[in-house]
């Protein structure tokens, strides 16, 4: 499962990349967050495969982390022009920060 993970995250990096370098209005802004969004959620969830935890819980973190990177993925290409007191930042930075904290929850449970 953890390759398939690096697999995908790789492709998915590549082609939202290609398609920045492609097309003219996509900016380069957009394509970095958007990059930075697909590393932070398959690195949330190779670490969530690597906790031992029970399998019901896993699945539904792992829909969670889906969801939430998603989000943050749309945020990223919602960004407008000026980063700068960005609505899509701060959403994109409140779900990062929910994601984190869930994670160190998950990591402090696994025995309990």
Do not use: P, W
Not at 11 to 39: C, E, M, R
């Amino acid at each position: 499962m953890k390759k398939i993970l690096l697999f995908t995250a790789l492709i998915l990096i590549l082609i939202n990349t290609s398609i920045g370098l492609v097309y003219q209005n996509y900016a380069i802004h957009k394509v970095l967050f958007a990059d930075i969004s697909i590393v932070l959620t398959f690195v949330m969830l190779y670490i969530s495969a690597s906790i031992q935890t029970s399998d019901g819980f896993r699945i539904g973190y792992a829909g969670l982390l889906g969801f939430t990177g998603l989000a943050r993925f749309i945020c990223a290409m919602m960004l407008g022009q000026e980063v700068k007191n960005s609505i899509s930042l701060v959403v994109f930075l409140i779900l990062f920060g929910i994601e984190c904290i869930a994670l160190m929850a998950t990591y402090t449970m696994r025995n309990k």
